[in-house]
């Protein structure tokens, strides 16, 4: 079944993917096989049962992971200030001392 990933979570070593039968199936890092997954990935994967939930995955392939710094490329296109910022001295341009 193929599916995209729709959380992983590196440190717990776990997240979920969302089959292409529109179910949510858990997927562990034990049942990756080596793969290194990642939010948006489009994957294939062999669902299977266990005592604990109807829906999980393992043998996970990687057919298709998202291109690292396109959409952030995109969303930082215009840089902006922050918010939070309050002007201090530093922020003003300092006049040369022979003009004084």
């Given amino acids: 079944m193929y599916g995209k990933v729709t959380r992983y ?17 858990f997927i562990h890092h034990a049942n990756l096989d080596g793969e ?7 994957v294939h994967f062999k669902p299977f049962q266990n005592e604990r939930s ?6 996970v392939i990687v057919v298709d992971a ?10 930082n296109s215009r840089k902006k200030k922050p918010r939070h910022r309050k002007p201090c001295n530093a922020d003003k341009v ?4 022979r003009k004084f």
């Avoid at 979570?9 to 199936?25: C, H, M, S, V």
């Fill in 94 to 97: 300092i006049l040369d001392d």
């Fill in 66 to 75: 998202p291109e690292k710094g396109k959409e952030k490329e995109s969303s």
């Fill in 36 to 42: 290194h997954i990642e939010r948006g990935c489009s």
């Fill in 54 to 59: 109807d829906n999980n995955a393992m043998g």
């Fill in 9 to 25: 979570f590196q440190d717990r070593g776990y997240g979920f993917i969302l089959g292409e039968d529109r179910k949510t199936y």
